[in-house]
């Protein structure tokens, strides 16, 4: 049987080592409690010391250190880009820059590494404003805020490197567009990209996109993208986007994701990051499963083709997060409604619950140990079932004072 590892651990790489699993041994490095309590071999072994036929590398952070690099020099099959490649999501000055090159449509930006500059350019600007650190902030890096003062105060905050450290010293200052998100994946080989069916994540802590932005906490797929935008995100987007990493010499396998902002002038790109989303991997994988090896490993290999398009209905995954989340969570709240195999105590027909940060509480529970805490998913015929049945299933669960929203795909579904 084909050996696949999936480094990481969190509800991302619980959702594709149980779609892997399907059909593949699968180990996950780190993993954690509840990914293994599904059955699923967790180890601390480094990936570059298990055998694999295939190294699915689930977060940015080694990427961007070159992990790939390592394990492609060894002979081993890899989904995810080199430390080149990697750069498009590991510094947004770099990822700007290459925008410019390939004459992507994204928000007109500044980078500065200067209070003073950076502050004459915010005061040119009209709201709302953006300002993103220039390194990798687990998600949490970029304010979008109305209030000048407030933006002009994390300006100086992340220069400063108090709020941010390293990753903060430069920060990129952008336009503010205005329109509705949504979360492209393409599986890319090098030459070719495939797209998985579109998706949404929700970013912001509170109903109603009030609040922090966070890691996401809850998505659904597929969420609607009409041909007309279809067709100008591969040509004006996704097409350039390839001949300038061929031009770059970037031989890119793995997962472009493309974050689009759909404005009133047409689709734009927000950023890519070059891994699977999380949570919109907890949606797209129960849609994808059957295809789901066989994809990947195609895609690391440089050949990919479509990914089959068959009618595998909808999903949709609402987090639950610890208290205090995404500012200060506080760990080990108990959670209950699980059984040991860290799935629902009272079962529910397509449902998933990936754990994206849970321990042993070492009487046969489990604790929770991160912010996103579980990532509750269910896959049905209709959005609008997924979506009752995700609920369903997330009200059996209780974590005291946990932190999530009740309006996960509300408006499509
Ligand atoms: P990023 O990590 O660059 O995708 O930013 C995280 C989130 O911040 C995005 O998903 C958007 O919700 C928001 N955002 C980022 N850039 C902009 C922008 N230029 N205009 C409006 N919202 C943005
Ligand atoms: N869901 C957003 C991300 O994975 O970056």
Redesign the pocket.
């Known amino acids: 049987m084909t050996r696949v590892v999936v480094v990481g651990g969190g509800g991302r790489e619980h959702a594709l080592a149980w779609g892997l699993s399907a059909a593949a041994d699968v180990v996950v490095t780190p993993g954690n409690d509840g990914i293994a309590a599904h059955g699923i071999t967790c180890t601390s072994a480094p990936a570059t010391e298990l055998d694999a036929d295939l190294v699915v590398v689930g977060p940015e952070a080694p990427l961007v250190a070159g992990l790939a690099d390592e394990l492609r020099a060894r002979g081993v099959a890899v989904l995810g880009p080199g430390a080149a490649g990697a750069r498009l999501e590991g510094s947004?000055a770099y990822l700007k820059e290459f925008l410019a090159a390939a004459g992507v449509a994204t928000?007109a930006h500044g980078t500065f590494d200067d209070v003073d500059a950076a502050l004459a350019y915010l005061a040119t600007m009209t709201p709302?404003y953006?300002i993103?650190t220039d390194g990798l902030a687990a998600?949490k890096g970029?304010l979008?805020t109305t209030s000048h003062a407030e933006a002009a105060a994390d300006v100086a905050a992340k220069l400063s490197g108090a709020a941010f450290g390293a990753a903060g010293r430069r920060v990129v200052i952008?336009?503010?567009?205005?329109g509705t998100?949504c979360s492209l994946m393409l599986l890319c080989d090098g030459e070719r990209a495939a797209a998985l069916v579109p998706a949404q994540d929700f970013?912001r802590v509170g109903d109603g996109d009030q609040g922090a932005?966070t890691g996401g906490m809850g998505a659904f797929a597929p969420r609607a993208l009409d041909a007309a935008t279809r067709a100008r995100v591969d040509a004006e987007i996704v097409a350039p986007t390839l001949v300038e990493l061929r031009r770059r010499h970037i031989d890119y396998r793995g997962v472009l994701y493309a974050?689009l902002?759909l404005t009133d002038q047409g689709p734009k790109l927000?950023?890519y990051n070059v891994r699977f989303g999380d949570p919109e991997t907890q949606v797209l994988v129960p849609l994808v499963r059957d295809d789901l090896l066989a994809t990947l490993a195609a895609t690391a290999a440089g050949h990919v083709d479509a990914v089959p398009a068959r009618d595998r209905g909808a999903a949709v995954t609402v987090v639950l997060a610890s208290p205090g989340y995404p500012e200060a969570p506080q760990v080990g709240g108990p959670v209950s409604g699980l059984g040991p195999d860290g799935q629902l105590a009272d079962p529910l027909e397509g449902v998933v619950v990936f754990h994206a940060g849970t321990r042993h509480d070492g009487s046969g529970g489990f604790v929770a140990a991160g912010g996103r805490v579980l990532s509750v998913t269910a896959h049905a015929p209709t959005l609008a079932e997924a979506r009752a049945r995700a609920y369903e299933a997330a009200g059996r669960i209780d974590l005291p004072g946990m932190v999530w929203r009740h309006d996960i795909a509300a408006g499509a579904a």
Do not use: F, I
């Open positions: 947004k928000a709302p953006v993103k998600g970029v979008v952008e336009e503010g567009l205005v998100e970013k932005n974050g902002m927000l950023e």
